[in-house]
């Protein structure tokens, strides 16, 4: 079984950095690629980044692309979520998941993982 934890949330003003970690227990061998998610107050779940296990690109959704880097550290087993220049729309709850799939193509579609977070609370002061 795996386990994702999230940290790294809170409070930020706009215009600042915050980077999220997603810390993975259990069965670490299962874990394939990783993806975070977001969720903001009455809007749907979408994913931002996902990054594979192995060598290869990561992936990034439009609505962050050039603004946040996603990256991976084997020995510490964490993958973590770089969001530069934040704005009050980035204003949500995020989530990392994890499939034991090494890449997926439709890395945003939610059913692809099996493993989540329960989520951190990022609040974007303007």
């Known amino acids: 079984q795996v386990r994702l934890v999230e940290s790294g949330g809170g409070f930020v003003q706009a215009g600042t950095s915050l980077a999220l970690t997603c810390t993975i227990s259990?069965?670490?061998?299962?874990?394939?690629?990783v993806s975070w998610f977001r969720q903001a107050q009455g809007k749907e779940r979408e994913a931002i980044a996902g990054?594979?296990?192995?060598?290869?690109?990561?992936s990034y959704s439009d609505s962050v692309k050039g603004r946040v880097t996603i990256s991976r550290d084997y020995t510490q087993n964490t993958v973590t979520l770089l969001m530069n220049r934040m704005t009050p729309e980035d204003a949500a709850v995020y989530y990392c998941?994890?499939?034991?799939?090494?890449?997926?193509?439709?890395?945003?579609?939610?059913?692809?993982?099996?493993?989540w977070g329960q989520g951190i609370q990022v609040t974007v002061s303007s």
């Open positions: 998941a994890a499939t034991p799939l090494l890449y997926v193509n439709n890395w945003a579609t939610r059913r692809m993982y099996d493993a």
């Open positions: 259990g069965r670490t061998s299962n874990v394939g690629m």
């Open positions: 990054i594979r296990r192995g060598p290869g690109p990561a």
